[in-house]
């Protein structure tokens, strides 16, 4: 007949829970009960003492849930009890001297804030699940990135190929590549600047999460500035001021378009990143400095020409030069340039506000 033998038990606990390693292999005959706060434990195995019936019993420090769960491996059976209320236990068992054969599982063991760390944790990710749960997936997401993945690389290879040809022209001609940058690069600027009416599209139509304002500001100055300042006036052409215009805006541009394109395939480079929402410091002012000089030179150009000026009526005689128009779009330039910095630093420290909040 086999004796009745004590297996090593070891215990760890959570907020909510009670776990119970049981070291018996090939456990057979379970018999695992909770009773008036008691567990009692009955199997036939392979223990610490070869082949035998094992048992033992467990009178909790606190009240306990009847319905118990386990689970026997090759190697041992895993117990879980749950407390009947939600708190730390000072120890298992109502005696206060610890059965001999029963240890802490350091496997599983935690202490209570680590515990309390450990829930808080698990409800973060529950909930993180139900809200993301909630939100109607985009049927058009794969097709939205795509479209724009394409764009901003486009844009990314025509500002990247007026960057490099202006530098090496640089390099090569000196102070005389700065009088004939409109004849070389204009063409890839005025692709470049017309596609990028799309950038005021993109977040109308809800294609990307931005506003509209400070794009549309963005697109229409710049190309007020290209398409009639620079493009209608042939005496701009050859202005040096051109060069630091075409510059200062492909300067800021390979570095954007990549950052979005990256974005798009969920990638973020932190020196890019960080070049993006820092070189417009500097750039935005001097490229305004640059646009503004150029309307100031184009003023007595549309004077002398009467180009783009607008008839009075036949009594007044005359007709009002297209340079009055520009007076007033040098007021809004600056007001548009105030507006935009505003918006382009609130979205850095956004940006950089965010990503320290995550690393934490
Ligand atoms: C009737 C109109 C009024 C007329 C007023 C006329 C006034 C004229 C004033 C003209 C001043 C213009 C001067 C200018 O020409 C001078 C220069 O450009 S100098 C060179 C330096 N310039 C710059 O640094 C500016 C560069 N431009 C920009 O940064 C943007 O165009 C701007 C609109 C200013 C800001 O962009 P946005 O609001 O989009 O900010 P974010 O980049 O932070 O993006 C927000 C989120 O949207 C996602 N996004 C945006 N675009 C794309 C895209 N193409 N593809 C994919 N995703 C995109 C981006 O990833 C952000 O998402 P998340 O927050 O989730 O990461």
């Known amino acids: 007949m086999m004796q009745t033998l004590t297996p090593h038990v070891y215990w760890a606990q959570r907020h909510g829970e009670i776990y119970l390693r049981v070291e018996l292999s090939d456990a057979r005959n379970l018999l695992i009960l909770v009773e008036e706060n008691t567990l009692t434990f009955s199997a036939q195995g392979h223990g610490a003492k070869g082949e035998n019936e094992y048992g033992f019993s467990l009178e909790f420090l606190k009240p306990v849930k009847t319905e118990v769960s386990h689970r026997s491996t090759q190697r041992q059976v895993n117990i879980t009890v749950r407390k009947q209320e939600h708190g730390w236990w000072e120890r298992l068992t109502m005696q206060e001297r610890k059965p001999v054969f029963l240890a802490p599982d350091f496997d599983r063991w935690l202490d209570e ?88 599209v993109n977040p109308a139509l809800g294609i990307v999460q931005t506003g509209v304002v400070p794009p549309l500001i963005q697109v229409f100055g710049r190309n007020f500035v290209l398409f009639i300042i620079l493009g209608v006036l042939e005496d701009m052409h050859n202005k040096p001021v051109v060069f630091f215009i075409f510059y200062a805006w492909s300067c800021i ?42 309307v100031i030179q184009s003023m007595p150009v549309f004077d002398e020409t009467g180009v783009l000026s607008v008839p009075l009526p036949k009594a007044l005689g005359l007709s009002l030069s297209f340079s009055y128009v520009l007076h007033l779009y040098l007021v809004l330039m600056f007001l548009g340039l105030f507006i935009n910095f505003r918006h382009l630093y609130k979205q850095r420290r956004r940006r950089f506000r965010t990503k320290k909040r995550k690393a934490y």
Not at 172 to 199: K, N
């Open 253 to 294: 541009e390979i570095f954007r378009y990549p950052f979005y394109m990256l974005a798009c395939i969920d990638i973020k480079w932190t020196l890019l990143t960080w070049l993006r929402y820092t070189i417009w410091m500097p750039l935005y002012p001097l490229g305004v400095i640059a646009e503004a000089v150029a």
């Open 113 to 200: 804030s680590d515990a309390e760390l450990e829930l808080r944790e698990k409800e973060e990710k529950l909930n993180r699940i139900s809200v993301e749960s909630r939100i109607p997936k985009d049927p058009y997401l794969g097709l939205k990135k795509g479209y724009l993945f394409m764009y901003n690389l486009v844009q990314f290879l025509g500002f990247s190929w007026i960057f490099v040809n202006m530098t090496v022209r640089l390099f090569i001609l000196g102070q005389d590549s700065f009088y004939d940058t409109f004849h070389t690069i204009a063409d890839m600027m005025y692709f470049c600047q017309i596609l990028a009416v799309l950038e005021v």
